[in-house]
């Protein structure tokens, strides 16, 4: 979700202006391919969206774009290990100190303003809705849902159920980790710095976060008081970004050892075949999460066929506007624009519905979006006295 526009790897993606001004360069590691599968999982999620939330229409159930896409949320998973490895590419690769007010004005100019306004924009429809026809939409209760979406809470307490924007309840679970789980993980780091067993420690700790994350989806409810609490959409970001934390840490480590094209490639295609066996049920669904610590520690080395791929211009306007996408492609769907399914043939509805997510999207990055974060980012600071 980062922005970034790349012309030789990691040296143009990670900019003083998106970050804040405790931004480091990193000088030995690449990274230039990660950012696009945040589109990847942002295009998957739009079919699995709308295939999946609040039950399939006839029209979904007969469309086979939508149901080769229908195998669960583990894109969200992606985000959030690649949240973790970012974050610590971007603030630890140089340092070991943090300028924390930095860093909180930066994630908060990242993702939040996009963040409430789609959140107000869909709390604006409801009330429409519910003043005109009297109707609402799903479970959403109020006001206690508009409070608990306010305040990043929805997605911590319940997930994507009482979340007005439904795929914002993965916001409200990352920010959790920004302000609670990174810095954690850096008093970790600081711990391991210059300790002789550090990198079969970060193994370990990535391979345990990586066995959390699956069992996230066998999680059962925490009892409290008379409530049974859905722990597993908090858990899923926790051990997601710990994954991608552990592994920014570990590449870092090991930049003595390169691995080549080949290597990079056969794992881009053990990944691919793992993908085509949940789809087609040869093995359990959550299964596809093993796979990817080791399809993001390898794009960050920047070779292999897919390197020059991900890193064409197609790709790269995408990635850049990849967070408007994902946070605005439920607007774009469902009750939206479910007239024109009685008017379009399937292709042309697919057609007229990602035109016009990203038409919406270009829109709100480029004149909300960046906009928004260049003025947090300038915002006056305080001036110590003396």
């Known amino acids: 979700m980062e922005q970034h526009r790349p012309r030789d790897g990691v040296n143009q993606l990670f900019k003083?202006?998106?970050?804040?001004?405790?931004y480091h360069r990193p000088k030995t590691i690449r990274a230039g391919n990660l950012f696009p599968y945040r589109l990847a999982g942002d295009c998957r999620d739009v079919c699995r969206y709308v295939s999946s939330g609040g039950g399939e229409t006839d029209f979904q159930a007969a469309n086979a774009f939508f149901q080769f896409f229908h195998w669960g949320g583990y894109a969200v998973d992606l985000f959030f290990i690649l949240s973790g490895f970012i974050l610590n590419w971007v603030y630890l690769s140089n340092a070991i100190q943090m300028n924390w007010s930095s860093y909180l004005r930066a994630r908060i100019a990242r993702i939040i303003p996009l963040y409430y306004l789609t959140i107000i924009f869909c709390a604006a429809v409801i009330v429409y809705k519910l003043v005109r026809y009297g109707s609402?939409?799903?479970?959403?209760?109020?006001?206690?849902?508009?409070?608990?979406?306010?305040?990043?809470?929805?997605?911590?307490v319940s997930g994507w159920e009482h979340t007005i924007n439904v795929p914002s309840w993965s916001i409200s679970v990352e920010f959790f980790c920004y302000l609670a789980v990174f810095p954690l993980l850096f008093l970790l780091k600081r711990f391991l710095t210059g300790k002789p067993y550090a990198v079969p420690a970060l193994i370990v700790m990535a391979g345990i976060s990586t066995l959390g994350l699956v069992t996230c989806y066998n999680l059962a409810p925490v009892p409290i008081w008379h409530w049974h609490w859905d722990a597993s959409w908090l858990a899923r970001g926790i051990w997601g970004f710990s994954t991608g934390f552990f592994l920014c840490s570990l590449h870092q480590k090991t930049t003595f050892w390169k691995p080549g094209g080949a290597l990079i490639d056969c794992v881009y295609l053990i990944s691919i075949g793992m993908f085509f066996l949940v789809v087609f049920k040869f093995m359990p669904s959550q299964h596809v999460l093993y796979a990817l610590p080791f399809l993001v520690f390898f794009s960050a080395t920047d070779r292999g066929l897919a390197a020059g791929l991900l890193k064409t211009k197609p790709f790269q306007w995408l990635g850049e506007r990849s967070y408007s996408i994902y946070l605005w492609h439920m607007?774009?769907?469902?009750?939206?624009t479910y007239f024109l399914h009685a008017r379009l043939s399937e292709f042309g509805y697919d057609l007229v519905v990602l035109a016009l997510i990203l038409g919406i999207s270009e829109l709100s990055y480029r004149f909300f979006e960046c906009p928004c974060r260049e003025y947090l980012r300038k915002f006056p600071r305080p001036v110590s006295p003396g």
Not at 16 to 22: K, M
Not at 331 to 336: E, F, I, P, T
């Open 331 to 336: 607007v774009c769907l469902g009750s939206y």
């Open 136 to 156: 609402t939409y799903g479970n959403l209760e109020f006001p206690k849902d508009y409070v608990l979406n306010i305040l990043l809470l929805s997605g911590i």
């Open 16 to 22: 003083p202006r998106n970050f804040g001004d405790d």
